[in-house]
């Protein structure tokens, strides 16, 4: 019913900048908080940054200053603008939101599919 596709990743130098983008698409009546989580071989996933459906933004402290998190309430859809980027970025990036779906169904939250980043050293 709600699908959520990324798309950006890639590979880059360190010091370089990637732009990935999210939308969700479906039967979609209201989406509360969009974020971006990533996971690098052998570690957890981890929250990398959040926007409510408000505006508010809160990041990682390894990415404060660094990564930008916006969204178009309009379109169902998240960005995330990553620049300076090191070599421990590297990780596949996931877009996660909490939404509603038309009907009596309550609020659920749903994961893409993942985007690879690699930045090179």
């Known amino acids: 019913q709600v699908q959520l596709v990324e798309s950006g990743g890639g590979l880059v130098q360190a010091g370089g900048s990637l732009r990935l983008s999210c939308a969700a698409s479906g039967s979609i009546f209201s989406i509360n908080a969009m974020d971006w989580y990533r996971q690098a071989p052998g570690n957890n996933r981890e929250l990398v940054a959040i926007i409510t459906s408000s505006g508010s933004t809160s990041y990682a402290d390894s990415v404060k200053g660094r990564f930008t998190i916006s969204r178009d309430n309009a379109k169902n859809t998240v960005t995330l603008q990553m620049s300076s980027l090191k070599p421990e970025d590297t990780a596949v990036y996931y877009c996660?939101?909490?939404?509603?779906?038309?009907?009596?169904?309550?609020?659920?939250?749903?994961w893409g599919q993942g985007t690879q980043v690699t930045v090179s050293s």
């Open positions: 996660h939101a909490l939404i509603k779906v038309a009907g009596p169904i309550g609020w659920s939250a749903y």
